[in-house]
């Protein structure tokens, strides 16, 4: 099996897949304000293209695929898209904002997704509509119920950010008391037009120090290339974790790569640098020198923009594009 490395010796088998740059919630910290434009359909992977991409992947050693957006499932063709990509030998699985799961999830089942990663911010529904700006609270709590009754494996993902959701994080907790469930609570991270400070970023140790205060908990065994620092409380079913991407960063045994819904390759999610496999795929152009050679070149860090001294971390000289538009 051929392997995708790069130049620090870190092997590459997950692909992230963005099926689009739409979405039905207005997440303020993924996406720039109500005027932005999302990308007309014929500048996106369309399935078979999706599926060529993938397979190509897969023949370089990518052993999981997630699809990720925008929100993967307002793409009218996604069940499509889940087929075709059931078909390779990989882990398929998905992250969505849980809105429009109900609609899918035989599909799902179908396409041999195991797991799920929905992303809930707050369990108060005036926060949820203060945050995504749409009244959507009940449906995802209730896809949550339905993937969990249904028996998946749910991941919760919840951004916390100062003042806003913090408060929150022991009640987050207490879900994982009876619920398999495992929140994992991700440091507010940069991107364009996001509003992102410093001074708004909840951090591993902060998290940690709150969810001390009201639990005693143990820190699980954590798989290789896990992005996710896990810990369970004692006596509870479920689990919780931090992704700290900004206050001490996993880059040294990350394993991803990801493809934005324009089909552009990017080796990092703070990567600058894109190669564009869409245009050298209808071009008929060989893909394979470009992918390896997108891998070669990853920075050893934060796609070489900025360190985790979160206090001199510039937001606004960070290159890259919005969130939504990477795809998270
Ligand atoms: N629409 C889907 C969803 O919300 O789960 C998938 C796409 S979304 C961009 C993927 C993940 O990125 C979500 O869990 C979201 O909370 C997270 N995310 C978006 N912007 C972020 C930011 N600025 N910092 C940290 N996580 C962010
Ligand atoms: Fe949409 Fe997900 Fe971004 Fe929220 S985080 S705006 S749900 S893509």
Redesign the pocket.
Known sequence: MQQLTDQYNRSHDYLRI?LTDN?N?R?F??MPDENYLFSPSYKLMQTQEIRQLAGIFVELGVKKIRL?????LVRKDAPAILEALSELPVELTL????TLVHRFINLMKDAGIGSV???L?TLSPDKFLFITRRDEFRKVKNNIDLLLNRGFGVKI???VMKGLNDAEIPDFIAWTKDLPVQIRF??????TG?R?SSNKVVTWQEIMHTAGQSYAFMPLTSMPNETAKTYRVNGYIGSFAVIS?MSAPFCSSCNRMRLTADGKMKNCLFSKEETDLLAALRAGEPIVPLIERSVWNKQKELGGQFSADLAHVSAGSIQNRS??A???
């Open positions: 963005s979405c919630l997440c910290y993924c990720t957006g925008g929100e993967p992250t969505t904002n849980g990663n929905i992303s911010d993902n919840v951004v991700i440091e507010f991270m940069p991107f996001n992102w991407t969130m939504i990477i795809g998270g």
